[in-house]
Each structure stands twice: as C-alpha cells, then as structure tokens.
C-alpha cells in the first residue's frame, strides 16, 4: 500500500498566497463588462454567501468574509421609506435552499 503525505500546512498557506497574488490582479471592472448575464450571475453565486434586507441598509456577506453593510444609495436602490419596528429582517441567498419536504 503505498503512503500518501498530506500536505504540510506551509505548503498550503504558500499556495494560497500565490493565489490570493493571482487574484489581485484580476481587472473585475472588465471581467464584469466583458461578462453576459449569465456569466455575471455565475459569478455573483460563487462570491456572495447572503443579502439581509435591513430597512436602512443591506448586509453583505462575502463568501469567506465578514459581512459588509451596504446602503441602499451606493448599490442604485431608493433608501428606505418604511419605518417597521420589532420584525424580523429577510435574508437572501444566492445559494439554493433545502427543504425538508423535498427529500423523498
């Protein structure tokens, strides 16, 4: 049998950095123009985990990052003209959801 070794973490971590330097160089701006909608909807489901709908912002979250506020007039939308006091907030996600009634 023959024996295979895991990875040490440092070697883990150098290739993350290489990727993470790749990464940075990317020009989103143009990626995104050159991108049809499907392309652009691809791309928004692997890079956002969740959107809270907050009545005077939005939260972000990134996938692996802490999540970021966003107001409604930095994304193009209309502030907030309801004021609701002690509902809860929706959430959306760009990932599919799983519901119990679908398991067979």
């Keep these: 049998m023959a024996f295979f070794a895991r990875p040490l ?3 883990v ?3 993350f950095e290489q990727v993470a330097a790749a990464l940075s160089k990317v020009d989103v701006a143009t990626l ?5 909608d499907q392309e652009r909807r691809a791309l928004v489901d692997e890079l ?3 959107v809270a709908v907050i009545p005077d912002d939005l939260e972000v979250t990134v996938a692996g990052a802490p999540p970021l506020t966003v107001l409604f007039s930095e994304v193009g939308l209309k502030e907030s003209e309801i004021v609701r006091v002690g509902e809860a907030f929706p959430t959306f996600s760009t990932r599919p959801v799983w519901h119990t009634q679908w398991a067979a």
């Design 32 to 36: 995104w123009a050159e991108a049809d």
């Design 13 to 15: 971590s150098i290739r």
């Design 9 to 11: 973490p440092i070697t």
């Design 48 to 50: 956002l985990e969740a």
